[in-house]
């Protein structure tokens, strides 16, 4: 590689992380402005017009805030943790496609590199909760720890159903596949398994348990503060923003859609569409957030464990019937979304009863007397 | 201030002659005075009794108070008087047992043995009076902060004229002379 | 591989400060949990200690109506009442009917906006990142709109007097209020579609923190927190105040005493209130709010003591009242019925994970004000 190649990569690379960077901002004012919109109020409106200049004002404030370290910690640990969180969140990037030919280094295992990198940052959440030195943070890491490593062999066996049938990691060559039906129609277990996964991956409502220890006070993150929280944050926006990136790429068909067959009209549309299907899974990722409420630990690890690791092994073996016997694409659609019927049902009719044995009365009062 | 005295001197009386005879044959052998606080009986045991007759307010099948409603303690000039105010969610009467302590031994026995929920009436009682419930499981300050020691707000002889300092140094005083005395 | 059975674990400490980020107010819990399960909660009370029995001693009965304001600041006509009627009992005078009708009113919908609030808080302890806080206090604002219409304050009345109310509604107060009860009963659907059904709020509040009907009733709790176990026990039914024998309304119960249970009974409390408040309206009679007294603006009581119970949103709220014949009392004693429910929290919580020390505390729905006054 010539000095020429390494330096157009630096700064490919540094634009990059430079457009994450923005994007994983905007995502907190779009988060605020749309959870507000749930709330009936309306969100940021004062900081620039509509309140567009609230990422930035939040960035300066962090910036500026005394970040201070408390006595008691282990300095190593605590100096450390952000590093080990933030980094993996940002070189996950490196290999995603926003389109055919945007992308910084494409790799023939993407997606195996994307999966195995994100989970690093779990160690980085228990050198948090270590160093820190409170017990708050040492409860928050061990349940994050927990839950993240819980929630990888779902989120890893489901993805593995997508690549069994594309046939490479690769996710240019992922996407390139989906001409003909999109693996959201081919894999519908698949996709309720990464998005769910993909939430619990990223401590994200309604699983957000680990982060709202006690309610707000925010689990392994509770003794930082200033620049050292904001990686966090940043991390944590850019994984919710990889999530929703990758179930765009691996389900609904990536850039593909409708649009001119060549020159930089096909370009543009390519990135309309991929930016227009990436948002409306950030969409759903907010609304979930915003209405429900969150899952206590041990109902977590049993849906992890109990329900979804079980519904990842059964995709996985349909996919291996499909391919080995060569069954017509319609049997795979058939089959899956049956499945996830039944589920449903069986999961209304568990609901209803359980439901029915709700008992409630009540104690007619007429005129101050109890009547029946 | 005199204590407030016997039934009739001004206050208004909504009589319960039912409630009355009960109580009356009910609490025959303790010695106890009768009075009303407006629509209620009151009923005043000696002290040493009053567990006796808290467990025969709750156990009685004609009386059946299974509720305690509150837990008063009020300081007279002469005397400590605690008022047990009882219901009977079955039944649906009510009346008030009493039980005096004078000022020198302001000690009464606990009745958290016969309502559980007379657990932290009596603590509040004891550490803003200082009158102790005997037989009490964790008769520990509850309102106050442990340095408060040895001294009762609710007492009318409490100085509160007086502009105390109570500031962390005075808390932190109050533990090492603590430490020190063990 | 052998497993290890004498391993040497240690109970954590786990100080849930008075600080606590899901309000509450300053209440300060001590866990002690072995890995997730809590083995032991010690309750300390006593931030909020502000004296008031004492500074009762000292004020006169207009003045000490300030202060029952502050002790219950969410439910601040329904403390007020405790007190003034406690006087009245005492005294032997009765409100005059246009009186008792607006203090009915007022104590409703503070009722209304008191459950609103817990609805508001709870959703915040269950994790719906603020939703249901916005839906609770949306209500909580129409509704004090309406008490500043009436009383000039959105919080702190100090409105009822001894022997009746300061002063009479304004004009419109009727129209109002009816426009402000058919917004509250679109509301309440909402908030109930939002949280009651919510399968993920089931799996929080099912089974988790109940306590039976016996256990109740000997910790002597009341309120929601009684009914959600069964007990049909309501001081508007069992000693009925005010105009309260006059209406009709229905009394909900729950029956196994956990936390969905207590959630339930406050939602449907806030129907019953509606209609309460709208019955009352239609009866409200014109006349005078204010019994002749005292003259000269004193009141003084006679010599003796009474003990009156009113219905707060939190249960059954009691001032008993000695009086030597001045200005001031001799004693007040108040018996706040969070006091007493918090007496039961160590038994709820005992065995549950910590998670569900917040959910249950949230569903005790306690206010320091009246815990430690």
């Known amino acids: 590689m010539t000095w020429a190649d390494m330096g157009w990569l630096i700064l490919a690379i540094v634009i990059f992380i430079g457009f994450i960077t923005i994007v994983v901002l905007g995502l907190t004012y779009g988060e605020r402005k749309i959870i507000a919109r749930f709330q009936q109020r309306l969100g940021p409106t004062r900081t620039g017009p509509f309140g567009l200049l609230q990422p930035v004002a939040d960035a300066l404030k962090l910036l500026a805030k005394e970040d201070f370290i408390p006595g008691s910690v282990d300095r190593l640990s605590f100096w450390i943790a952000p590093i080990v969180v933030f980094v993996p969140a940002f070189i996950a990037w490196v290999t995603i496609p926003f389109t055919r030919d945007i992308v910084i280094s494409n790799m023939e295992f993407g997606i195996f590199y994307i999966l195995a990198v994100s989970g690093l940052s779990t160690a980085g959440l228990l050198m948090a909760g270590w160093g820190s030195f409170n017990k708050y943070a040492m409860l928050g890491a061990v349940r994050s720890a927990a839950q993240l490593i819980s929630y990888e062999l779902p989120l890893v066996v489901g993805v593995l159903g997508v690549v069994m049938i594309s046939g490479s990691l690769d996710l240019k060559v992922i996407v390139a596949e989906q001409d003909g039906l999109w693996f959201a129609f081919m894999q519908p277990i698949a996709l309720v398994l990464f998005l769910i996964a993909g939430l619990a991956e990223v401590a994200r409502a309604p699983?957000?348990?680990?982060?709202?220890?006690?309610?707000?006070?925010?689990?392994?993150?509770?003794?930082?503060?200033?620049?050292?929280?904001?990686?966090?944050?940043?991390?944590?926006?850019?994984?919710?923003?990889?999530?929703?990136?990758?179930?765009?790429?691996?389900?609904?068909?990536?850039?593909?859609?409708?649009g001119p067959d060549s020159g930089w009209g096909q370009d543009v549309m390519m990135a309309f569409w991929f930016l227009l299907k990436t948002s409306l899974v950030l969409l759903a990722i907010f609304w979930v957030r915003a209405t429900v409420p969150r899952l206590r630990i041990d109902q977590l690890m049993s849906l992890a464990w109990v329900v979804l690791l079980p519904l990842a092994f059964v995709n996985m073996i349909l996919t291996a019937f499909y391919l080995y016997y060569d069954w017509p694409d319609w049997t795979m659609v058939a089959i899956s979304f049956a499945v996830l019927a039944a589920i449903g049902i069986a999961?209304?009719?568990?609901?209803?009863?359980?439901?029915?044995?709700?008992?409630?009365?009540?104690?007619?009062?007429r005129q101050g007397k109890v009547v029946a | 201030?005199?204590?407030?005295?016997?039934?009739?001197?001004?206050?208004?009386?909504?009589?319960?002659?039912?409630?009355?005879?009960?109580?009356?044959?009910?609490?025959?052998?303790?010695?106890a005075t009768f009075g009303?606080?407006?629509?209620?009986?009151?009923?005043?045991?000696p002290r040493e009794r009053i567990v006796e007759a808290a467990r025969l307010a709750k156990g009685d099948d004609r009386l059946k108070c299974d509720y305690l409603r509150c837990l008063a303690v009020v300081e007279?000039?002469?005397?400590?008087?605690?008022?047990?105010?009882?219901?009977?969610?079955?039944?649906?009467?009510?009346?008030?047992?009493?039980?005096?302590?004078?000022?020198?031994?302001?000690?009464?026995?606990?009745?958290?043995?016969?309502?559980r929920g007379a657990d932290w009436h009596e603590r509040e009682g004891s550490e803003l009076f200082g009158v102790t419930f005997t037989g009490h499981p964790?008769?520990?300050?509850?309102?106050?902060?442990?340095?408060?020691?040895?001294?009762?707000?609710?007492?009318?002889?409490?100085?509160?004229?007086?502009v105390q300092d109570w500031t962390p140094e005075v808390e932190l005083r109050w533990l090492k002379e603590k430490e020190d005395a063990r | 591989m052998p497993v290890e059975h004498d391993l040497r674990t240690v109970d954590m400490l786990l100080n849930m400060g008075p600080q606590h980020p899901s309000t509450h107010g300053v209440f300060r819990m001590v866990l002690r949990i072995d890995g997730e399960r809590v083995t032991d909660v010690e309750p300390h009370i006593g931030y909020l200690h502000r004296g008031s029995e004492k500074l009762c001693e000292r004020e006169n009965y207009r003045q000490i109506v300030t202060l029952f304001d502050r002790l219950d600041y969410l439910s601040n006509f329904n403390n007020e009442l405790g007190f003034v009627m406690a006087a009245e009992k005492l005294m032997g005078i009765e409100a005059p009917e246009r009186a008792q009708f607006i203090r009915v009113i007022l104590c409703e919908l503070n009722r209304i906006s008191s459950h609103m609030m817990f609805y508001g808080a709870y959703g915040a302890d269950v994790g719906v990142f603020g939703t249901s806080f916005m839906y609770g206090f949306r209500e909580r604002e129409t509704i004090q709109q309406l008490f500043e219409s009436v009383t000039g304050a959105r919080m702190m009345h100090s409105y009822f007097r001894v022997g009746g109310v300061f002063q009479d509604t304004p004009d419109g107060f009727e129209a109002a209020a009816g426009k402000l009860l058919s917004q509250l009963k679109r509301s309440v659907e909402e908030c109930d579609r939002l949280l009651t059904k919510n399968e993920i709020f089931l799996e929080r509040t099912r089974g988790v923190g109940a306590i039976s009907?016996?256990?109740?009733?000997?910790?002597?709790?009341?309120?929601?927190?009684?009914?959600?176990?069964?007990?049909?026990?309501?001081?508007?039914?069992?000693?009925?105040?005010?105009?309260?024998?006059?209406?009709?309304?229905?009394?909900?119960?729950?029956?196994?005493?956990?936390c969905w249970d207590r959630y339930w009974v406050r939602l449907e409390e806030v129907r019953q209130s509606i209609a309460i408040i709208e019955q009352a309206l239609k009866l409200m009679p014109k006349g005078p709010i204010q019994a002749p007294v005292a003259k000269f603006g004193f009141v003084k009581p006679p010599v003796g003591e009474a003990?009156?119970?009113?219905?707060?949103?939190?249960?059954?709220?009691?001032?008993?009242?000695?009086?030597?014949?001045?200005?001031?009392?001799?004693?007040?004693?108040?018996?706040?019925?969070?006091?007493v429910n918090l007496m039961a929290l160590r038994q709820m919580t005992v065995g549950h994970y910590i998670a569900d020390a917040v959910v249950i505390l949230g569903s005790l729905d306690i206010v320091l004000g009246e815990v430690d006054r």
């Open chain 1, 347 to 365: 999961y209304q009719r568990r609901r209803v009863s359980r439901l029915a044995t709700i008992e409630t009365a009540k104690v007619r009062v």
């Open chain 1, 207 to 258: 699983f957000d348990i680990p982060v709202a220890e006690s309610e707000v006070v925010g689990g392994p993150f509770v003794e930082y503060s200033g620049m050292h929280w904001s990686m966090f944050s940043l991390a944590e926006y850019a994984n919710t923003f990889a999530v929703a990136v990758l179930a765009t790429i691996l389900f609904l068909g990536g850039w593909r859609g409708p």
């Open chain 2, 36 to 45: 009303y606080a407006v629509d209620e009986v009151t009923v005043l045991v």
């Open chain 2, 1 to 31: 201030m005199s204590a407030p005295p016997p039934k009739g001197a001004g206050a208004p009386v909504k009589a319960d002659p039912k409630m009355e005879a009960l109580l009356k044959e009910a609490y025959a052998s303790f010695g």
């Open chain 3, 307 to 339: 003990y009156f119970r009113a219905e707060n949103p939190r249960g059954e709220f009691g001032v008993y009242l000695v009086s030597d014949g001045k200005t001031s009392p001799y004693r007040v004693k108040i018996r706040g019925p969070s006091f």
């Open chain 3, 213 to 258: 009907a016996a256990d109740a009733v000997d910790y002597g709790m009341s309120g929601p927190c009684l009914r959600a176990c069964g007990v049909a026990q309501d001081v508007r039914l069992i000693e009925p105040y005010l105009t309260y024998n006059r209406f009709d309304w229905d009394i909900p119960l729950g029956k196994k005493g956990d």
């Open chain 2, 76 to 115: 007279y000039p002469d005397k400590f008087q605690a008022s047990y105010m009882l219901w009977s969610t079955s039944l649906g009467h009510k009346f008030m047992l009493k039980a005096d302590a004078p000022k020198s031994d302001a000690a009464i026995p606990s009745v958290t043995s016969v309502w």
């Open chain 2, 138 to 162: 964790n008769l520990k300050h509850l309102l106050l902060f442990d340095a408060f020691d040895g001294k009762f707000p609710m007492r009318k002889d409490f100085p509160y004229e007086e």
